[in-house]
Every structure is written in structure tokens, then in C-alpha cells.
């Protein structure tokens, strides 16, 4: 089976831009994580798709968005970028039941400046 | 609350067994599991356990699992220098697909 594969792999961005960012789940799997990895806070969830419904939310502000399309690929959008935006983003695809153990992207690295 | 610890740094020399340990929050989590994340990619799954077990064996790795302690670990038998990585523990709690990780633990195997 093809791993997950994030889009694009580098970005750089100015502040008060947008961003797409998208990642392909492993095939058959239903569900997508995302996660922001920063040196300075470690890995924190953004939130978490399942069948194109939002299922899981964390705590960042409503400037981060995502959907989810019905061949499960996902998209993760940023409004009004700031510098502290700057960081890894992964994709993790699940199962979404059971286990739901996570395979993860190799993420995709947004510059702000 | 809801951090996750691992202690920063462990050091081992190559041959030699690794034992990184993970304080989690909740007592109810159903799945724990280790990733392994090596320079400039994402996490890579190890292993995983459910809660209701005490130990889980996986070629060169061992899970031990204190719920009472709510304390995780992973022991890595005969480590390599391939084995360098930052390794982090999750938890999940019942009735959710929402992951908490641990601050994660940098492996520095010494040839």
C-alpha cells in the first residue's frame, strides 16, 4: 500500500496570507489527523476528519480550518498567517475505528515570514 | 492536565538495551502507542497497546504498561545507531479518536 503523501513538502509564506495544505491517506482508510510541531511546543492536534465530518477538535483558533472530500483526502487551511505559524504540519491517516493507530505524512514545513 | 511526560535525553551505547519511559494522564485511555521520528520526516507507529494488557513484544522492542502508575515504557533490546530518533508516546482516551503526545525523548546511541 502507498503511504501517506503530503503536498507541498516546503512553503513559505508571508504574514496575513493564506495556505493550503493537503495530504492522501493510506487507500481505505477513513480517517485524518492533523497536527502542528513546533520546537517550542511539541506536537499539538488540530483536529481530526472521519467520513468528511469533522469528528475531533483541539485548541487552536478558528484561523485553522480543514475538510475532509469523500475519497478521504484532506485539506488543512490557514487564514491570516502569523509568524508563530511557522512550523512542521503532519497528516496522520487511520482506520478511524478500532486500534486507530496513526500513519503519518512527512509533513509539510510552512515558513512565515 | 493534560501533558504528557518524557524525560528530554537518553544516552546508551550501541549493544546495549534502551529504556524510554512515558508518565501519561488518563487512566481510562484505551491505546497508548510509541512513534519514532527521525531528522526532517514524520512519526513512524512502533508499536502499540491495548490497556487491558501488562506487556507487548515486538521483535527488538518490549511495552510495559503500569496503569495504576499511568507509566509507560519501551525498551529497545540490542540498540543500534539506527536507532537514534526522537521517540514519542500517545495516549487515547475511551470513545475518542483525539491523540495526546508526549513531549518525546531523543535517543543518542553511541557507537
Known amino acids: 500500500k502507498a503511504g501517506v503523501t503530503q503536498t507541498p513538502r516546503y512553503l513559505i509564506k508571508t504574514r496575513g496570507q493564506q495556505v493550503t495544505l493537503s495530504c492522501s491517506p493510506i487507500s481505505g482508510h477513513r480517517s485524518v489527523s492533523w497536527y502542528q510541531q513546533t520546537p517550542g511546543q511539541g506536537l499539538q492536534f488540530l483536529f481530526e476528519?472521519?467520513?468528511?465530518?469533522?469528528?475531533n477538535k483541539g485548541n487552536f483558533p478558528g484561523r485553522f480550518s480543514g475538510r475532509q472530500f469523500s475519497n478521504s483526502r484532506s485539506e488543512m487551511n490557514v487564514s491570516t498567517l502569523e509568524l508563530g505559524d511557522s512550523a512542521l504540519y503532519l497528516c496522520?491517516?487511520?482506520?478511524?475505528?478500532?486500534?486507530?493507530?496513526?500513519?503519518f505524512g512527512p509533513g509539510t514545513r510552512l515558513t512565515v515570514t | 492536565g493534560e501533558d504528557v511526560e518524557q524525560s528530554l535525553f537518553l544516552s546508551v551505547r550501541e549493544g546495549d538495551s534502551s529504556v524510554i519511559n512515558c508518565t501519561y494522564t488518563?487512566?481510562?485511555?484505551?491505546?497508548l502507542y510509541w512513534y519514532k521520528q527521525e531528522p526532517g520526516a514524520g512519526l513512524q507507529l512502533l508499536t502499540y497497546i491495548f490497556s487491558n494488557m501488562d506487556m507487548k513484544q515486538d521483535q527488538r522492542l518490549t511495552v510495559l504498561l503500569n496503569k495504576k502508575d499511568k507509566h509507560l515504557s519501551l525498551r529497545i533490546a540490542d540498540t543500534q545507531t539506527g536507532d537514534s530518533a526522537i521517540y514519542f508516546c500517545a495516549e487515547r482516551g475511551p470513545g475518542t479518536y483525539k491523540y495526546i503526545f508526549g513531549t518525546g525523548t531523543r535517543l543518542k546511541v553511541l557507537a
Open positions: 476528519y472521519f467520513s468528511e465530518t469533522q469528528r
Open positions: 488518563d487512566s481510562s485511555s484505551t491505546y
Open positions: 496522520a491517516s487511520s482506520p478511524g475505528t478500532g486500534a486507530g493507530e496513526q500513519y
